[in-house]
């Protein structure tokens, strides 16, 4: 297991974090995720922790806040010392009935948080992230509050997730107006079947050294290795009750074709081709992995130890390039003689 710096920060997380959005579950979209309890969770937590990772991820609103719960009792079952975990959370979601029960204000965020430091049993939340944007409430409000939250002790680093480039572009600059606390990290969706992340923030993310989360790594399951064009109506497995995240089939299914081979070449499994296939690419800080079961979880920890070639990577990204698009292609152009000049210098 590799660790990363996330961001410009001094924190090194695990380069795969334990996901625990299969904790809690219920009877709506959550328990079509997972429905683990206590005794479950535990042990993946021990799996997890026994592999290596340091990095724990989960939300408020995940099983609306049965998973923060079950997720702080383990790190108490397991002994963990707390100084040698690294605990993420998340607020943004509807968590009440009230049109202040959601969103990044000063007025829902502040509770927030005080309510996940008490569903997690502890004293200060490692890596604190907005779930999604705020249209409604301005980005200052948002990043005050986020900045009081850190200066009380209550939250060390700051984060988002599923934000645009400019978004997170426009925080950063008015961090560094008011002199706020910025933001260390982006949760966002990625897989070598889902590139989009490439056009606009991954440049953006590494210009500006933000650390990125990647989330359903695997495509919601589209990934794993179980699916492909002869099984369209498969009736098992998470897509078939939850077709998250959407997804071009016909170009995955492309993809799946390439993996296979490369993952019989190394012996691995088609789902740990694409976890190291992210765990390859330079913006990525940490792949969160979630689980139902130990073994989905080992076989996801395998994925550190995969070494893929420069063939296997030229194959991998020649088959899932994105379409050229305005005005990449011609940054591509123009940029051609500059970039040339600049590898020479190297």
Same mark, same amino acid.
Request: aromatic fraction near 8%; proline fraction near 3%.
């Given at each position: 297991?590799?660790?990363?710096?996330?961001?410009?920060?001094?924190?090194? !997380?695990?380069?795969?974090?334990?996901?625990?959005?299969?904790?809690?579950?219920?009877?709506?979209?959550?328990?079509?995720?997972?429905?683990?309890?206590?005794?479950?969770?535990?042990?993946?937590?021990?799996?997890?922790?026994?592999?290596?990772?340091?990095?724990?991820?989960?939300?408020?609103?995940?099983?609306?806040?049965?998973?923060?719960?079950?997720?702080?009792?383990?790190?108490?079952?397991?002994?963990?010392?707390?100084?040698?975990?690294?605990?993420?959370?998340?607020?943004?979601?509807?968590?009440?009935?009230?049109?202040?029960?959601?969103?990044?204000?000063?007025?829902?965020?502040?509770?927030?948080?005080?309510?996940?430091?008490?569903?997690?049993?502890?004293?200060?939340?490692?890596?604190?992230? $907005?779930?999604?944007?705020?249209?409604?409430?301005?980005?200052?409000?948002?990043?005050?509050?986020?900045?009081?939250?850190?200066?009380?002790?209550?939250?060390?680093? $700051?984060? !988002?997730?599923?934000?645009?480039?400019?978004?997170?572009?426009?925080?950063?600059?008015?961090?560094?107006?008011?002199?706020?606390?910025?933001?260390?990290?982006?949760?966002?969706?990625?897989?070598?079947?889902?590139?989009?992340?490439?056009?606009?923030?991954?440049?953006?993310?590494?210009?500006?050294?933000?650390?990125?989360?990647?989330?359903? =790594?695997?495509?919601?399951?589209?990934?794993?290795?179980?699916?492909?064009?002869?099984?369209?109506?498969?009736?098992?497995?998470?897509?078939?009750?939850?077709?998250?995240?959407?997804?071009?089939?016909?170009?995955?299914?492309?993809?799946?074709?390439? /993996?296979? =081979?490369?993952?019989?070449?190394?012996? @691995?499994?088609?789902?740990?081709?694409?976890?190291?296939?992210?765990?390859?690419?330079?913006? @990525?800080?940490? @792949?969160?992995?979630?689980?139902?079961?130990?073994?989905?979880?080992?076989?996801?920890?395998?994925?550190?130890?995969?070494?893929?070639?420069?063939?296997?990577?030229?194959?991998?990204?020649?088959?899932?390039?994105?379409?050229?698009?305005?005005?990449?292609? /011609?940054?591509?152009?123009?940029?051609?003689?500059?970039?040339?000049?600049?590898?020479? /210098?190297?």
């Amino acid at each position: 297991m590799r660790y990363n710096k996330l961001g410009r920060t001094g924190l090194f !997380v695990s380069e795969l974090c334990l996901g625990t959005m299969t904790f809690g579950g219920g009877d709506d979209m959550w328990g079509k995720i997972g429905q683990l309890g206590q005794d479950e969770a535990d042990a993946l937590v021990r799996v997890a922790i026994d592999g290596g990772i340091n990095f724990i991820d989960t939300a408020n609103v995940y099983s609306n806040g049965r998973s923060e719960e079950i997720t702080g009792q383990a790190i108490r079952n397991l002994g963990l010392k707390r100084e040698e975990i690294v605990v993420a959370t998340k607020a943004f979601g509807e968590m009440g009935g009230g049109p202040n029960a959601r969103g990044a204000s000063r007025y829902h965020l502040i509770d927030a948080c005080k309510a996940s430091l008490k569903r997690l049993q502890l004293d200060h939340i490692d890596l604190y992230q $907005i779930h999604g944007f705020d249209p409604a409430t301005p980005i200052e409000e948002t990043l005050r509050a986020l900045d009081t939250l850190v200066q009380h002790g209550h939250v060390r680093y $700051i984060g !988002v997730s599923n934000w645009a480039a400019w978004q997170i572009v426009k925080a950063l600059g008015e961090s560094a107006r008011l002199g706020l606390h910025r933001f260390a990290s982006l949760q966002a969706y990625y897989t070598i079947a889902s590139r989009d992340l490439e056009r606009e923030i991954v440049p953006a993310l590494l210009s500006e050294e933000v650390g990125l989360m990647v989330w359903s =790594p695997l495509a919601g399951g589209f990934l794993s290795g179980k699916y492909d064009r002869a099984d369209e109506s498969k009736t098992d497995g998470r897509r078939a009750t939850f077709d998250f995240p959407p997804i071009d089939k016909a170009r995955g299914y492309a993809i799946i074709d390439v /993996m296979r =081979p490369i993952a019989e070449a190394h012996g @691995v499994s088609v789902a740990q081709v694409a976890l190291a296939w992210l765990l390859h690419q330079k913006a @990525v800080s940490s @792949v969160i992995v979630g689980a139902k079961r130990p073994d989905q979880l080992t076989d996801n920890l395998a994925a550190t130890k995969v070494e893929l070639s420069a063939d296997d990577l030229a194959k991998l990204g020649e088959t899932s390039a994105l379409p050229a698009e305005y005005p990449g292609w /011609m940054f591509e152009r123009q940029g051609e003689y500059r970039r040339t000049l600049l590898e020479k /210098m190297r």
